[in-house]
């Protein structure tokens, strides 16, 4: 069974858990959307429309079997774990993507969140999903960490 050890020692692979020195941005400054493969846009884009439409379902089905959201009490594993957690989630999610990597059947979203449709409205939060691949499938999510701005 695959477990979360990978995730530290893919993402130090991919370059993301050490910034350079000097590159870290003004908290005041949002940093821009990039613009995504189509591949990885479909992900972005079935969360946010899941999301919106309260369908805990398509959601899970975004997901690894075996993949992990957090709950206020720490991380959920597993579809039913997170159809439970997803069962009352809805709304006008937004997701941007901030910067991404894949490698073979290992990749990575950053992105920041907010809700509403008014361009140009703050983000309320960032994510990172950390995704998976079988070779020549569609990527799910293996773990979607997410923390708000406040």
Known sequence: MMTLRWVPLMLAG???LAPPAGAQEAASTPLPSIT??????RVLQD???AWQA???AVLVSLFTPDGFVPTRNGWVRGSEAIRATYADS???LRLRALAYAT???AGYIVGAYGYGDTPGS???GKFLLALRRAPGGRWLIAADLDQSNR
């Open 14 to 16: 991919l370059g993301l």
């Open 36 to 41: 995504l493969p189509p591949e990885l846009e």
């Open 47 to 49: 969360y946010a429309r």
């Open 54 to 56: 309260g369908d805990e």
């Open 90 to 92: 809805q709304g006008p």
């Open 103 to 105: 490698a073979d059947t």
């Open 122 to 124: 703050p983000d309320a």
